[in-house]
């Protein structure tokens, strides 16, 4: 199954964004998604072609954010659609039947839609303000994710669904009890002085009930 961490990259520059993500995979990270906004397509395809190499050193999935020709071209592991990115089906014909494609919500009918339209995970959010993205969606918190997840169980939805937005280490127990199978994180990663130390301990908590 998907690894239960995703490291969603920051920078504003290409060289920024490869010494993140090369820090997060020295701390242990096994999942990135390629996040690099007002760029050129030429640029991306420059910098998502040097990642995809770097993951395939460390064996970590890499998958991009929004962009599924980027994606294809660079024969990356797969793509996260935001809700007014290409359709779940349009990806996925030109993606193919095997690569992962992930999408956002911020509510139910978000979830109903995304996964009768065939996603293979969730990013339900934001559990908390974030400074990352802009344009925020409401803010769901640990009773908008209860709350939702729940409903899922009674519609017997099981796509996996990730907690995105402002997580902190000191939520991650909480938001595991409301159902979620994973979290996907950006800023707490990036800034910390500890990096391995923190991606240990992230790890920690979200496999605590995994008999290995």
């Known amino acids: 199954m998907y690894n239960k961490l995703q490291y969603i990259s920051q920078g504003e520059t290409a ?21 690099f906004k007002n760029q050129t397509f030429e640029n991306r395809i420059i910098l998502a072609e040097t990642v995809k190499n770097i993951c395939e050193e460390y064996q970590a999935d890499f998958i991009v954010n929004d962009d599924v020709l980027l994606a294809q071209k660079t024969a990356a592991d797969g ?4 809700l007014t990115d290409m ?16 999408a956002t919500a911020n509510t139910f009918e978000d979830i109903l839609l995304q996964t009768k339209n065939g996603c293979d995970y969730i990013g339900l959010g934001p559990f908390q303000f974030t400074e ?3 344009k925020l969606s409401p803010i769901l918190g640990i009773e908008g994710y209860a709350s939702i997840l729940n409903k899922m169980k009674i519609e017997n939805i099981l796509t996996p669904v990730y907690a ?11 938001l595991i009890k409301t159902g979620i199978y994973g979290i996907a994180v950006s ?5 910390s002085l ?14 605590a009930d995994v008999i290995i």
């Open 15 to 35: 060289e920024k964004q490869l010494y993140n993500i090369h820090q997060a995979l020295d701390a242990g990270c096994k999942w990135i998604q390629m996040r």
């Open 79 to 82: 793509v996260h659609l935001g």
């Open 87 to 102: 359709s779940i089906s349009g990806a996925r014909a030109i993606l193919g039947e095997k690569k992962i494609i992930g």
């Open 132 to 134: 990352t993205k802009e």
């Open 164 to 174: 995105i937005g402002g997580i902190t280490l000191e939520n991650i127990e909480s």
């Open 187 to 191: 800023g707490i990663i990036t800034k």
């Open 194 to 207: 500890e990096k391995e130390k923190l991606v240990q301990q992230l790890n920690d908590k979200l496999y």
